[in-house]
């Protein structure tokens, strides 16, 4: 069971919005610790989406948005295209564990 | 451009030691603010942040696993490593290094990954 939990699949037609949530509590996101989304594809490394909740490292297009309220935070892609399918995971730092989380991923299906 | 490669066995028996190294080019592994660190994933599973390290030794560990694991750095080498201890079948993944912004900080360089089977 993971410290951040998202929905195990999430799914949506392309051009559409698919929203992905990650709620966690007051130790970690609720804590004010930061938010980092990834995009995983079979076979390959993780690549980081979003850091620091709402920013995307260069080269990320701009389909991809983070944000974050309280204790949960939530990744929004736009104009869905087939190759958004992929996992994708959160994560942040658990001051009671006093160390990074992550959510037990989501699989995105594009229809 | 920041390279990371990990490198090891890729078969280790039950109750032994898994040993895994990360080649850290294209930068420096003493560069300040930087964590460099330990995730994997079991087949089929989600990922799992095992511990980070910086340049100077510190280090923080997922407690689930902190019994089991030891993460240290050659700086001479520009190189980290992980140590897991009395692996068993459930310790099968791929193990990626990655370095970490901070010790609370997105992961935003990865090295390709390493499959590791405890099998006997």
């Known amino acids: 069971q993971s410290v951040l939990t998202q929905p195990p699949s999430v799914s949506g037609a392309p051009g559409q919005r698919v929203p992905i949530s990650c709620s966690g509590s007051?130790?970690?996101?609720?804590?004010?610790?930061?938010v980092h989304w990834y995009q995983h594809l079979p076979g390959t490394a993780p690549k980081l989406l979003i850091y620091?909740?709402?920013n995307r490292p260069s080269g990320v297009p701009d389909r991809f948005s983070g944000s974050k309220s309280g204790t949960s935070a939530s990744l929004v892609i736009t104009g869905l295209q087939a190759e958004d399918e992929a996992d994708y995971y959160c994560?942040?730092?658990?001051?009671?564990?006093?160390?990074?989380?992550f959510g037990g991923g989501t699989k995105l299906t594009v229809l | 451009q920041l390279q990371l490669q990990e490198s090891g066995p890729g078969l280790v028996k039950p109750s032994e030691t898994l040993s895994l190294t990360c080649t850290v080019s294209?930068?420096?592994?003493?560069?300040?603010?930087?964590?460099w660190g330990w995730i994997r994933q079991p087949p089929g599973k989600g990922l799992e942040w095992i511990g980070n390290?910086?340049?100077?030794?510190?280090?923080y560990y997922n407690s689930s696993l902190k019994s089991r694991v030891t993460i240290s750095v050659d700086t001479s080498k520009n190189q980290f490593s992980l140590k897991l201890s009395s692996v068993a079948a459930a310790d099968t993944a791929v193990y990626y290094c990655?370095?970490?912004?901070?010790?609370?900080?997105?992961?935003?360089?990865w090295g390709q990954g390493a499959l590791v089977t405890v099998s006997s």
């Open positions: 990655s370095k970490q912004t901070h010790y609370w900080g997105s992961l935003d360089f």
């Open positions: 294209g930068g420096s592994i003493s560069s300040r603010n930087y964590y």
């Open positions: 390290i910086y340049y100077s030794g510190i280090t």
């Open positions: 007051s130790s970690n996101i609720g804590a004010g610790y930061d």
């Open positions: 620091d909740n709402t």
């Open positions: 994560q942040s730092y658990d001051s009671s564990l006093s160390g990074s989380v």
